[in-house]
């Protein structure tokens, strides 16, 4: 049996007029966070693509006065800015008035889709050289620190080990796309409530079945 809290809304978030909009440094951010969404909360990702907005890079200030201007024009818009984690030492966002800022904690946002079986069933191929490179070139899935130190851009880039072994390199959104529901970070699980909060979309209970132990031949 599974329970969950009631579901606390945004603040304006039941208003026809009150327009939400999703920041992102680019379109790589969207495209993995979209996935995300359609494997976790399904409402949710047929929702999100009126509200992206590519700031093109790291640019808060940039999604603030887009938001201001957009509240001028509306009145009740109400957006969150989601940036990467890789800029050391970074500035805290300014306030902005109905802009929420959320920061992931690892380096990139690819930081999270470094999940072995995942990346495999992206590749599509049966390769033991695959899952040695992983074992060897990524942190242990427990390191949390190592984990948001590395350079996931850098591993799953058109010039980084993976694509030298593949010949190609493996699309984050692809991976997104392939990943499991418990393979998800808490950290994007917490994104995807902030944006189903934002958005008006509730979350539905999850069921975990338990297969019942197998019976040996002859037991009652």
Do not use: N
């Not at 008035?97 to 079986?117: K, Q």
């Not at 242990?140 to 880039?157: I, N, T, V």
């Not at 699980?189 to 509730?202: M, S, W």
């Amino acid at each position: 049996m599974s329970m969950r809290a009631p579901r606390r809304q945004a603040p304006g978030a039941d208003r026809p007029d009150a327009r939400f909009f999703v920041y992102v440094e680019g379109p790589r951010d969207r495209d993995v966070i979209e996935a995300w969404a359609r494997r976790a909360v399904p409402a949710l990702g047929r929702v999100l693509a009126p509200a992206w907005l590519i700031l093109g890079g790291r640019q808060p200030a940039r999604a603030a006065q887009h938001l201001a201007r957009e509240r001028e024009a509306l009145g009740a818009a109400r957006g969150l800015c989601v940036l990467d984690g890789d800029v050391a030492p970074a500035p805290a966002p300014e306030a902005a008035d109905g802009l929420a800022f959320f920061t992931w904690r690892r380096r990139h946002i690819e930081s999270y889709l470094l999940v072995p079986d995942a990346i495999e069933r992206a590749a599509r191929v049966r390769d033991t050289r695959l899952r040695r490179l992983l074992d060897e070139e990524l942190p242990d899935p427990g390191d949390e620190r190592a984990l948001a130190s590395f350079d996931a851009k850098g591993f799953l880039g058109r010039k980084g080990p993976l694509a030298r072994l593949l010949g190609r390199p493996l699309a984050p959104g692809g991976i997104a796309r392939g990943m499991r529901f418990e393979e998800l970070h808490a950290e994007v699980h917490a994104l995807l409530e902030a944006l189903a909060v934002g958005l008006g979309v509730d979350r539905p209970e999850v069921a975990v079945y338990v297969r019942p132990p197998t019976r040996a031949a002859g037991e009652v």
